[in-house]
Nanobody, 127 residues
Framework: VQLVESGGGLVQAGGSLRLSCAAS????????IAWFRQAPGKRREAVSC????????YYGDSVKGRVTISSDNAKNTVYLQMNSLKPEDTATYYC?????????????????????WGKGTLVTVSS
């Protein structure tokens, strides 16, 4: 399984970015893909999660209302649209995939036990 993130970059505060997570190399019927972020010196934080079975979306409190997760099943790609970006959104953003317990992982926005991880894409928000 391979997860490849893209779309990061430098943006001014108040701007927008759309991150992509292209997934390949699997044929799981039920899985969840989540976005996490980690800023230097800080703990990894869950951003959002979506389940393949029903397309439900879940969001972390720090991004709720500013971020939308969506998926294109034909392309096996999950997107993270981020609006009204703040300097505190600066971090490396990772997508991860879990095969089992998707409801629990998305509901709890847990990174523990995710099966596969991408290498990340850096988002820098300038003030």
């Amino acid at each position: 399984v391979q997860l490849v993130e893209s779309g990061g970059g430098l943006v001014q505060a108040g701007g927008s970015l759309r991150l992509s997570c292209a997934a390949s190399g699997f044929t799981f019927d039920d899985y969840a893909i989540a976005w996490f972020r980690q800023a230097p010196g800080k703990r990894r934080e869950a951003v959002s999660c979506t389940r393949s079975s029903d397309g439900r979306s879940y969001y972390g409190d720090s991004v709720k209302g500013r971020v939308t997760i969506s998926s294109d099943n034909a392309k096996n790609t999950v997107y993270l649209q981020m609006n009204s970006l703040k300097p505190e959104d600066t971090a490396t953003y990772y997508c991860a995939l879990v095969r089992d317990g998707t409801s629990w992982y998305c509901t709890n926005l847990s990174d523990y036990g995710m099966d596969y991880w991408g290498k990340g894409t850096l988002v820098t928000v300038s003030s």
